[in-house]
C-alpha cells in the first residue's frame, strides 16, 4: 500500500489505537465485577486490545517512516480486527447494553470496520487495468 492509501490508512489506525488505549483500563476496571465466564472473554478482549493497540502503533511507523505498509502487514491488521470484533459481539451477547457502551464496543466495530475498509473501492486491480488496456 502505497501514496493516499498509506495516509488514510495511518489516520484509520491512529483513531483504532487511541480507542484500544483508552478502553484497556476500562476493560480492567469492570472484569471484576462480571461472573467467572464473562471475565474469561473480557480478558480475551483485553488481550485483542493490546494486540490491536500495538500492531496501530506499529503501522503508524511505517507510514511515517517508509511512506509505505506491506500488503502483510495490512491484512494482519484485518485479521486481529476480526479477532477484536469477535471479542466484541461476545461481549454484546453476555453484558449489558450499557456496559459495552463502556467498553466502546461499537465504537471499536466501527473503527476496525474502517480501517478493514482502506484502500478499497477507490482503485483498480492491476487485472482489470490490463484487461482494459489490452481492449483498446
Do not use: P, W
Request: some cysteine; charged content about 30%; hydrophobic content about 25%.
Amino acid at each position: 500500500m502505497k501514496g493516499q492509501a498509506v495516509y488514510d490508512c495511518k489516520a484509520k489506525c491512529e483513531e483504532l489505537g487511541k480507542c484500544c488505549h483508552n478502553t484497556k483500563n476500562r476493560c480492567i476496571e469492570k472484569m471484576c465485577q462480571v461472573e467467572k465466564e464473562d471475565c474469561k472473554k473480557m480478558g480475551l478482549f483485553l488481550k485483542c486490545l493490546m494486540v490491536c493497540e500495538c500492531l496501530c502503533c506499529y503501522i503508524c511507523t511505517c507510514c511515517c517512516e517508509h511512506e509505505e505498509v506491506t500488503m502483510s502487514c495490512f491484512a494482519e491488521l484485518c485479521c486481529k480486527c476480526d479477532k477484536l470484533m469477535g471479542c466484541c459481539k461476545s461481549l454484546k451477547g453476555c453484558l449489558s447494553k450499557d456496559m459495552c457502551d463502556y467498553l466502546n464496543c461499537d465504537k471499536l466495530m466501527t473503527c476496525c470496520g474502517a480501517c478493514k475498509g482502506v484502500g478499497k473501492g477507490k482503485s483498480k486491480s492491476k487485472k482489470s487495468k490490463s484487461k482494459k488496456s489490452k481492449s483498446k
